[in-house]
């Protein structure tokens, strides 16, 4: 019927039920949700950092199910506007996902940081893992039968919404690991250990140092 209606079976249906073999993922934002449920252990039940770091290991089975769908997701080409919109939404979870996990788990080896700030950053983390997934599922009324009264204006306007704050998100979260990980470094800095910490995130983050 509309263009958004093919986004639905090409992106959110179909592409799902090809993934659906090596897990099962009910809709994207069940992605994010999981990781978030299970991140949520590092809080309420770690109680050393090794309990942190076996937790975070749940955490990251998750998220290695969840790449292989994203990155099956960015294979997907051709689409007509509206679906590429809603399929960029997805994605971006997905990079927020992305940075979590490759942030939190080089925090994990980074000596500078103790118990009690690791599991500080896991809970910010989670907070903003959530609101991605939380703004995900308002495209549910774009692509579901409560959505079909929708005019295409409406409908895009809802698309361009939802993306122009999960973008905005994104950056966010890329702040909120630059200013954890400066505090890191400056620590670092007192003990001559700077170099160590540069070799461990990489030099992009030194604009905040």
Same mark, same amino acid.
């Given at each position: 019927?509309?263009?958004?209606?093919?986004?639905?079976?090409?992106?959110?249906?179909?592409?799902?039920?090809?993934?659906?073999?090596?897990?099962?993922?009910?809709?994207?934002?069940?992605?994010?949700?999981?990781?978030?449920?299970?991140?949520?252990?590092?809080?309420?039940?770690?109680?050393?950092?090794?309990?942190?770091?076996?937790?975070?290991?749940?955490?990251?089975? +998750?998220?290695?199910?969840?790449? #292989?769908?994203? %990155?099956?997701?960015?294979? =997907?080409? *051709?689409?007509? $506007?509206?679906?590429?919109?809603?399929?960029?939404?997805?994605?971006?979870?997905?990079?927020?996902?992305?940075?979590?996990?490759?942030?939190?788990?080089?925090?994990?080896?980074?000596?500078?940081?103790?118990?009690?700030?690791?599991?500080?950053?896991?809970?910010?983390?989670?907070?903003?893992?959530?609101?991605?997934?939380?703004?995900?599922?308002?495209?549910?009324?774009?692509?579901?039968?409560?959505? +079909?009264?929708?005019?295409?204006? #409406?409908?895009? %306007?809802?698309?361009?919404? =939802?993306? *122009?704050?999960? $973008?905005?998100?994104?950056?966010?979260?890329?702040?909120?690991?630059?200013?954890?990980?400066?505090?890191?470094?400056?620590?670092?800095?007192?003990?001559?250990?700077?170099?160590?910490?540069?070799?461990?995130?990489?030099?992009?983050?030194?604009?905040?140092?």
């Amino acid at each position: 019927m509309k263009k958004i209606i093919l986004l639905a079976s090409i992106v959110l249906v179909s592409f799902t039920a090809q993934v659906k073999a090596q897990f099962v993922v009910t809709d994207p934002a069940h992605i994010a949700t999981s990781i978030v449920n299970s991140a949520n252990q590092i809080v309420q039940t770690s109680s050393t950092v090794s309990n942190v770091i076996k937790n975070f290991q749940e955490v990251q089975k +998750l998220y290695n199910q969840g790449k #292989e769908y994203y %990155d099956r997701l960015k294979a =997907v080409h *051709d689409l007509v $506007k509206d679906a590429k919109k809603v399929k960029d939404c997805i994605l971006l979870v997905g990079d927020i996902g992305d940075i979590y996990v490759n942030s939190f788990q080089k925090m994990l080896s980074d000596p500078h940081f103790n118990y009690d700030e690791l599991v500080t950053i896991s809970n910010g983390y989670t907070m903003l893992l959530q609101s991605s997934a939380d703004m995900l599922l308002e495209l549910k009324d774009v692509v579901n039968a409560n959505g +079909l009264s929708m005019t295409d204006h #409406e409908r895009m %306007d809802i698309i361009n919404y =939802v993306y *122009d704050r999960l $973008k905005n998100h994104r950056n966010l979260v890329n702040y909120y690991t630059r200013k954890s990980i400066s505090v890191s470094y400056l620590r670092a800095k007192k003990e001559g250990d700077e170099d160590n910490v540069i070799a461990l995130y990489g030099k992009s983050y030194d604009r905040y140092w």
